[in-house]
């Protein structure tokens, strides 16, 4: 099975593959501002897209359908988010990967910030420190990087969802809550 983790940002897009809940790969997709005009920025878009695409498409056998990704899980926009011109250009790239993935045919959902930090933490509002530390308690895995840590912690969330891990984890209350939320987008 394999379940695909993204944890979209601006800066530094976390990206890890689980394959049988193995990580198989993790990327961190960095990018910088490179000028203010809404051009320059939808050009950065279409570059951090690009480096996605790169990613995924090895997993698409005859270019119009996403095999054999079982489920690429998106974290949602954080709505609290201080810089307008950031969420406005966060919610562009995550309009462009779900469109990419739609005409890939590829199965995906999004989970919100908050539904995910419940889901490794057993809390809604829980730091990236504490995300990072459950991370390793639960699993084992020592990620330095909160963007990849939340990448593995989606797809982790995704083979829950999908039930078919090779190494099933016991769900604690809260990460049941959580699945049975998810299961809605399936």
């Known amino acids: 099975m394999l379940v695909i983790g993204l944890d979209l940002s601006l800066a530094s897009t976390g990206y890890v593959e689980l394959v049988d809940g ?8 960095k990018s910088k501002p490179e000028g203010t005009i809404p051009f320059d920025e939808t050009v950065r878009l279409n570059n951090i897209l690009g480096e996605i695409v790169g990613l995924l498409n090895k997993h698409l056998i005859t270019g119009d359908r ?15 988010a201080r810089n307008t011109r950031s969420i406005v250009q966060l919610a562009g790239l995550h309009f462009m990967v779900r469109d990419w993935l739609y005409r890939s045919k590829c199965s995906f959902i999004v989970v919100a910030p908050t539904t995910l930090k419940k889901f490794i933490t057993g809390k809604g509002n829980s730091p990236k420190d504490t995300m990072m530390m459950e991370t390793y308690k639960r699993y084992g895995m020592t990620l330095t990087n909160n963007n990849i840590c939340d990448a593995f912690c989606l797809a982790k969330c995704g083979e829950s969802l999908l039930d078919k891990s090779h190494k099933p984890v016991k769900l604690t209350k809260p990460q049941q809550e959580v699945v049975e939320l998810l299961k809605v987008q399936l």
């Open 22 to 29: 193995e990580i198989q790969k993790k990327e961190l997709i």
């Open 66 to 80: 996403c095999s054999p990704a079982d489920l690429v899980v998106l974290e949602g926009l954080a709505f609290m």
